[in-house]
């Protein structure tokens, strides 16, 4: 059986502002397999960013390539749902009718896409929010109808790219515990950007370590804690066992991008 995303020997070069191009992305390899939730740390700067871009096709693969169950990657496509660290949301649409954007671009009546938006805003927890604008929701919310308007189009695949960055310690750590619950509901495969070594572990079954100048995965660490997870489970010795293990792995590099 083929994983549901291949990712084979891709790098990605761009250009400095002398015109010298620079390698981010060397020769990543990586499979993985359907349902599965990935999460990816890293210095800032060393290809995180560039690399989710390139599974979402919003970047071409220079060289290598992607595949979703085993057809290449040449764009974006339906396949494929993406949560930024920055809501997206229009402001000028209520909460419902961002969360069907997408099901309205492909031609879904209102008849069938509101129900499905309203059963989706249940399921991050909104019910009841959905004639709201944006601007009246706290950052958590919003990054909760962002989450619902990328499950909208029924994706296989989740690229998230440090949707919880901008929250508040308190209000990502509840986040972090619904999207596990989502999760273990909606079934997807899931990409997961984070530089909180804790969130990765928290909510992956496997931690990819990235090293900077070129970005390349540096380390594929199992996460062996049992479904479903408690908050609690992050204080506990195993737990903090594998976070001191992954930040002395990294430690190096972030301290070196730091100065940069
Ligand atoms: N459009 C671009 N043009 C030139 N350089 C870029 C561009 N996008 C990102 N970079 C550079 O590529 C490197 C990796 O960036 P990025 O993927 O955003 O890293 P991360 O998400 O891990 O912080 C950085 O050095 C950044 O400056
Ligand atoms: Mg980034």
Same mark, same amino acid.
């Given at each position: 059986?083929?994983?549901?995303?291949?990712?084979?020997?891709?790098? @990605?070069?761009?250009?400095?502002?002398?015109? *010298?191009?620079? @390698?981010?992305?060397? @020769?990543?390899?990586?499979?993985?397999?359907?349902?599965? $939730?990935?999460?990816?740390?890293?210095?800032?700067?060393?290809?995180?960013?560039?690399?989710?871009?390139?599974?979402?096709?919003?970047?071409?693969?220079?060289?290598?390539?992607?595949?979703?169950?085993?057809?290449?990657?040449?764009?974006?496509?339906?396949?494929?749902?993406?949560?930024?660290?920055?809501?997206?949301?229009?402001?000028?649409?209520?909460?419902?009718?961002?969360?069907?954007?997408?099901?309205?671009?492909?031609?879904?009546?209102?008849?069938?896409?509101?129900?499905?938006?309203?059963?989706?805003?249940?399921?991050?927890?909104?019910?009841? $929010?959905?004639?709201?604008?944006?601007?009246?929701?706290?950052?958590?919310?919003?990054?909760?109808?962002?989450?619902?308007?990328?499950?909208?189009?029924?994706?296989?695949?989740?690229?998230?790219?440090?949707? $919880?960055?901008?929250?508040?310690?308190?209000?990502? *750590?509840?986040?972090?515990?619904?999207?596990?619950?989502?999760?273990?509901?909606?079934?997807?495969?899931?990409?997961?950007?984070?530089?909180?070594?804790?969130?990765?572990?928290?909510?992956?079954?496997?931690?990819?370590? $990235?090293?900077?100048?070129?970005?390349?995965?540096?380390?594929?660490?199992?996460?062996?804690?049992?479904?479903?997870?408690?908050?609690?489970? @992050?204080r506990t010795p195993e737990f903090l066992k594998i976070v001191d293990d992954i930040w002395s792995l990294i430690e190096q590099e972030v301290v070196a991008s730091m100065a940069a």
């Amino acid at each position: 059986m083929v994983a549901k995303l291949q990712v084979q020997n891709l790098s @990605k070069y761009f250009l400095t502002r002398d015109g *010298e191009p620079r @390698k981010v992305l060397d @020769k990543i390899s990586l499979d993985i397999e359907e349902n599965e $939730f990935v999460c990816i740390v890293g210095a800032s700067g060393c290809g995180k960013t560039t690399f989710i871009r390139s599974i979402g096709g919003l970047i071409p693969a220079e060289e290598g390539d992607v595949r979703i169950d085993g057809k290449r990657v040449e764009g974006p496509g339906g396949d494929r749902g993406f949560v930024f660290q920055h809501d997206s949301l229009l402001p000028w649409r209520t909460v419902l009718d961002n969360v069907i954007f997408g099901l309205e671009v492909r031609g879904m009546r209102p008849s069938q896409s509101h129900p499905l938006g309203m059963s989706l805003l249940k399921l991050v927890g909104l019910s009841s $929010f959905e004639n709201h604008y944006p601007s009246e929701l706290s950052g958590g919310m919003r990054q909760r109808v962002n989450l619902a308007r990328a499950l909208a189009i029924d994706p296989d695949v989740l690229l998230m790219d440090e949707p $919880f960055a901008a929250l508040d310690a308190q209000t990502r *750590e509840i986040m972090q515990r619904e999207l596990l619950k989502i999760w273990a509901e909606k079934r997807k495969t899931v990409l997961f950007i984070t530089h909180q070594i804790d969130e990765a572990v928290y909510l992956a079954d496997r931690v990819l370590v $990235f090293s900077s100048r070129p970005g390349r995965v540096a380390a594929d660490i199992r996460i062996p804690f049992a479904r479903p997870r408690e908050l609690s489970l @992050k204080r506990t010795p195993e737990f903090l066992k594998i976070v001191d293990d992954i930040w002395s792995l990294i430690e190096q590099e972030v301290v070196a991008s730091m100065a940069a």
